[in-house]
């Protein structure tokens, strides 16, 4: 397990509602995603004020910053700009909007508030999670990078430098820390190359549970044992084969780890006779 803490846990700390002009709000595309004013726009255009909700805040030494509700903000302050018309009772309603503020919080934290508002709403994809989480210094985003940047690895790309995966990498990481996630690319790289399936990001889980659960394994044997299972496609569709039980039932995101698990785990254990360097296999469908 990793020594590092990697959650998404933010400090106590103040927290207001209080009225707040939307034009003395500010953006920081580092805690957050980046400001799609066309969105706003659309947003300003047919603004219901009593459908506003509440936007989140930072506030720091220099003002307020918006966490949550970016769009909403920026679509006031275009009412309140006269870029776009709308009823006069809307512009009254937007001078002064009802907002969580909270206060004391690093960027790093207020990447985590808005990952977790945002988390559940599907409103942020994971390579943009990964980005803000990065940007903000995030400890989980930071590691997972420098071990990406080891292996010249980028996030979002198909190419044979890509990871697309990102959400299955960091979740390496949460459950195993770095270095396990360093070794197992390598692995993945000693017996597959440089292909874009090399990097699934289930079959890296795969990897990165066995070499946590036995460290005592050699890395360049391990490499040899899963290159001669064919490449990494035909190994990625095995891992499917086996957590849909040859598509007798549905898989999700945890089968698809315990089959990548077995199928590591059996890798390891071909042609071995007897009890020799074996490894127990997992039980995937308890």
């Known amino acids: 397990m990793p020594s590092k803490d990697y959650s998404y846990n933010i400090p106590d700390h103040p927290i207001e509602y209080m009225k707040v002009d939307p034009t003395t709000i500010k953006f920081d595309p580092r805690a957050q995603r980046n400001l799609n004013k066309v969105r706003a726009r659309a947003i300003a255009e047919k603004l219901v004020p009593t459908a506003l909700g509440t936007p989140i805040l930072s506030a720091r030494e220099d003002g307020l910053y918006a966490v949550d509700g970016m769009h909403r903000v920026y679509a006031c302050q275009l009412i309140l700009a006269g870029e776009v018309s709308v ?91 770095p ?21 699934h990001a289930v079959t890296i889980g795969g990897i990165a549970t066995v070499i946590s659960k036995h460290p005592e394994l050699k890395r360049t044997e391990l490499s040899e044992k899963l290159k001669r299972q064919g490449d990494p496609t035909s190994f990625k569709a095995k891992i499917q084969t086996i957590a849909t039980n040859n598509n007798t039932r549905a898989d999700g995101t945890k089968g698809r780890l315990k089959a990548a698990h077995l199928a590591v785990a059996s890798a390891w254990n071909a042609n071995r006779r007897g009890n020799v360097n074996r490894i127990p296999l997992p039980n995937i469908f308890e």
């Open 87 to 177: 009823a006069k009772s809307v512009r009254e309603a937007v001078q002064s909007i009802t907002c969580e503020v909270h206060s004391d919080l690093s960027m790093a934290n207020e990447a985590s508030l808005f990952i977790i508002k945002n988390k559940e709403s599907s409103k942020v994809g994971p390579n943009d999670e990964f980005r803000i989480g990065l940007l903000a210094g995030h400890p989980l985003f930071q590691d997972t990078n420098d071990v990406l940047e080891k292996h010249q690895l980028k996030v979002g790309s198909s190419s044979a430098n890509g990871v697309r995966g990102i959400k299955g990498i960091l979740s390496i990481v949460m459950d195993h820390g």
């Open 179 to 199: 270095e396990i996630l360093d070794q197992s690319l390598t692995v993945a790289e000693g017996a597959w190359g440089r292909v874009p399936d090399t990097w």
